[in-house]
């Protein structure tokens, strides 16, 4: 018999459970939620494959996946499933231990530095400034942008939740 390739995690099917993935144990793999994926149909996402290496405790392979991201969270599978799983919950419990553990897409490490620097999730670039002022609208959007005080609580709660060393981890 050949070795395994991946070491199973035991805990890890608890550790999901535990932050709110509650019914993981639930999923007998009847493919229902991949059949009705709608990301699945465009790409090659299979969350039933995920919730299946998450059941055996294959950590590594879940936590560093692409198609963990590929979810669009439209709760189309957890709506489906015959067995109750609330496969949504699991997927963002499973995107929390992902981050946690240093893996991020390049993208949420790009937006989550931004967060983290100002507050907001985008820039405010120059031409969308005109633009504003052209239409006769403040150049600045009513966002946190806008008011330095908001800026600063917004900016200390991130600070004091560990989102920015998250970020940092994240883009290793």
């Not at 070491?7 to 890890?12: L, Q, S, V, Y």
């Not at 979810?71 to 609330?86: A, F, K, L």
């Not at 959007?141 to 600070?159: D, W, Y």
Request: glycine share 10%; net charge positive; hydrophobic share 35%.
């Amino acid at each position: 018999m050949g070795e395994s390739v991946y070491k199973p995690d035991n805990t890890f099917p608890q550790q999901i459970i535990e932050r709110g993935g509650t019914t993981l144990l639930r999923c007998f793999q009847c493919g229902t939620c991949t059949g009705s994926c709608p990301s699945g149909r465009q790409t090659a996402f299979r969350i039933r494959k995920l919730i299946r290496w998450a059941q055996l405790g294959i950590a590594d392979k879940v936590l560093a996946s692409e198609d963990l991201w590929m979810c669009t969270t439209c709760y189309t599978c957890q709506e489906r499933c015959p067995r109750g799983v609330e496969i949504t919950d699991i997927v963002m419990t499973m995107r929390n231990l992902a981050v946690e553990a240093g893996y991020m897409q390049d993208a949420h490490v790009r937006i989550g530095g931004f967060l983290a620097k100002t507050g907001h999730l985008l820039p405010l670039k120059e031409p969308m400034m005109k633009a504003r002022k052209d239409l006769g609208l403040d150049e600045t959007p009513p966002t946190v942008l806008a008011n330095k005080k908001n800026q600063e609580l917004v900016l200390n709660i991130i600070k004091e939740t560990g989102f920015t060393d998250l970020v940092k981890k994240g883009g290793k």
